[in-house]
């Protein structure tokens, strides 16, 4: 058995759509971040593993941002990736050039609807971004490319003038059309509400584009697939603006384990795919991410300890070796004899019960004063209590 969760998942009767497409948006979304810049060498290792993974599509870039851009999203697109290769796009002809310039499979042109946005950061009426928008769709429909329509600050926007712009691109021939939760406003039940609204004026695919800010991007984007979405927007260790946004690993592993929708990905490479985007990223994972965090594979507590070492899943509900990752067990303050002695024999060192006692004792009283019990410090905690040992 590889994973254990409740049973009681399986008596909801929950209908997923038959094609969930993930894209992932680490290259753009996830680099906006503040303080984060990729090169075009990292930009293709992440790319690679991306694609190793399986998704289904990646946003490369906003190519139009500056000739380093727009050349890592050439280099991608020459890789070659069984991936499609999108790219951001503002609606404007030159951005979508572009974009064209590179050969992408495909655009995501987007515009703010809400009301908010229209009046202080575009300057423009609702008639006016309506008519700019689909001017931008057909163009780049004319070219023969996939394109998706992000409607930003979709979740603050009216939802008679929301649902109008996407039935509008929706007849211009947009393939896709996306809600943006752009500063994570919506919760769960909203989100159900409102894909279930559009789905009934719609035929096109629907996308969460989430965003973390209350902590609900996963959340948002599994009501968003159960109310009729069938597209949802991800980055790599939940990187992004402000809080982030949805995760990837996240996403991929609660659709498999939780709700038993597998999109056929390879999920053993999502462990280092997450320390390859923290590496570039320099943006530290947090030790309790979910998923991908150091600390969910590690274990202290004496009591959890002797039944981990017995039976994995009775304090992980998941085994580490499915995405790549491993157990660890630490020594510290909540430490017995069962943990010592399996970093013993891990060892190669045999000891008597009394020296096991004494061990365990030192490495309680080591921590407690603030020292971390490391291979040189519990090498010197063996030797006082058995002599010379050889690690």
């Excluded at 987007?110 to 057909?138: G, P, Y």
């Excluded at 609900?216 to 949802?232: K, T």
Aim: charged content about 30%; proline content about 4%; hydrophobic content about 40%.
């Amino acid at each position: 058995m590889n994973y254990f969760v409740s049973p009681f998942n399986k008596e909801v009767k929950l209908k997923f759509p038959k094609n969930i497409t993930i894209y992932d948006t680490t290259l753009r979304d996830g680099e906006q971040t503040p303080g984060v810049c990729l090169g075009t060498p990292e930009k293709l290792e992440i790319a690679k593993k991306l694609d190793e993974l399986g998704i289904h599509q990646i946003e490369a870039g906003f190519p139009v941002v500056s000739d380093q851009e727009k050349l890592s999203v050439q280099n991608i697109v020459k890789e070659d990736l069984d991936a499609k290769i999108l790219v951001l796009s503002r609606t404007k002809k030159e951005d979508i050039d572009v974009a064209l310039d590179c050969d992408v499979d495909g655009i995501i042109t987007f515009m703010a609807t809400s009301d908010l946005h229209l009046e202080h950061k575009l300057k423009l009426t609702r008639e006016q971004a309506l008519n700019v928008c689909m001017k931008s769709i057909e163009y780049a429909k004319d070219h023969g490319i996939f394109v998706a329509f992000s409607a930003e600050d979709a979740t603050r926007t009216d939802l008679d003038f929301l649902k109008r712009i996407y039935k509008k691109a929706e007849d211009y021939g947009v393939d896709r059309v996306h809600i943006a939760d752009t500063v994570g406003a919506i919760n769960p039940q909203g989100m159900d509400f409102l894909v279930r609204e559009l789905r009934s004026h719609l035929k096109t695919g629907i996308a969460m584009h989430c965003h973390n800010d209350f902590g609900m991007a996963l959340s948002n984007s599994i009501a968003g697939l159960l109310a009729g979405g069938d597209a949802v927007s991800t980055t790599v260790n939940g990187i992004g603006e402000r809080a982030g946004n949805a995760s990837l690993e996240e996403l991929v592993m609660t659709l498999w384990i939780m709700y038993g929708v597998d999109l056929g990905f390879n999920p053993k490479v999502l462990y280092e795919l997450s320390n390859i985007v923290e590496k570039h990223t320099k943006m530290p994972v947090p030790k309790n991410k979910p998923i991908v965090g150091k600390n969910v594979f590690r274990h202290e507590s004496g009591i959890h300890v002797d039944a981990v070492i017995d039976e994995p899943l009775t304090y992980e509900p998941f085994l580490p070796e499915l995405i790549g990752h491993h157990r660890r067990i630490v020594l510290g303050k909540h430490s017995g004899c069962r943990a010592v002695k399996a970093k013993l024999e891990e060892c190669g060192i045999e000891v008597t019960k009394d020296e096991l006692c004494k061990i365990v004792e030192e490495v309680k009283k080591s921590r407690e004063e603030g020292r971390y019990i490391n291979d040189k410090l519990f090498n010197s905690i063996v030797r006082s209590a058995k002599g010379p040992v050889d690690f």
